[in-house]
């Protein structure tokens, strides 16, 4: 059963269109992530919530932006999309500590056209 | 600051041959988990094994070993007997004391394993 999903897979958008990605967990961990992973890089944080402490990484762009109303879910937010942002987004979760590995979803690839 | 190196962008093993790919590492942190993942073509991240700093042992995971040198700072990935469902991208991270709620990654490494 999958425990972390995202939706959608898949998602083509307009150059300055708004998009939203979303995730959900089943884990009730309590820390999630999102991450941004371009092609063959490795994926960069852009921010993550432990419970509703919501905490930005100083590069990520104020583009991006992200919401965590409850434990399960947590949404990705696009305000302008521009070509550069074209990737593969990456949602994980975990349990604060060291010495716990983070669960991550399948991935949404954007693709802004 | 916290940073992790994976110096082979791209490796070739043999099928049913073992295979090492590094990961050094940096933090001034004493508190830290090392993880490696395995992320085929379809983009999923999945988790192979981890390893704890105070963990005295070198963890294993089924073919999966991590050979964990603390003095060194390198937590090498050693997958025994390669198959080809191996062939993929494999990222080392790291999680800290003082960072835990981060987990950062390393470039990666492509591994190709033929027949």
């Known amino acids: 059963d999958a425990m972390v999903i995202q939706n959608p897979r898949y998602q083509v958008t307009q150059f300055g269109k708004p998009v939203t990605l979303s995730c959900s967990q089943t884990l009730n961990h309590n820390v999630m992530y999102w991450y941004q992973q371009k092609s063959s890089q490795a994926p960069k944080l852009l921010f993550h919530y432990y419970d509703k402490d919501f905490n930005n990484e100083a590069d990520t762009p104020d583009n991006f932006q992200s919401r965590r109303p409850n434990t399960s879910f947590c949404f990705l937010d696009i305000r302008s999309p521009g070509l550069g942002d074209a990737a593969m987004y990456l949602c994980?979760?975990?349990?604060?500590?060291?010495?716990?590995?983070?669960?991550f979803g399948q991935g949404t690839r954007l693709t802004v056209v | 600051a916290q940073k992790i190196t994976q110096t082979q962008p791209g490796m070739f093993v043999q099928e049913k041959e073992a295979v090492t790919l590094d990961c050094t590492y940096d933090?001034?942190?004493?508190?830290?988990?090392l993880f490696w993942y395995k992320q085929p073509s379809s983009g999923e991240m999945i988790f192979l094994i981890y390893q704890g700093s105070y963990d005295e042992q070198n963890a294993t995971e089924g073919r999966y070993s991590l050979n964990f040198q603390k003095a060194r700072k390198s937590a090498n990935l050693v997958i025994s007997a390669s198959q080809l469902g191996d062939s993929a991208m494999y990222f080392c991270a790291m999680g800290t004391e003082t960072s835990y709620d981060k987990v950062i990654f390393g470039p990666g490494t492509s591994l190709s394993v033929i027949p």
């Open positions: 933090t001034s942190d004493q508190s830290y988990g």
């Open positions: 994980a979760t975990s349990i604060r500590g060291t010495n716990t590995e983070a669960f």
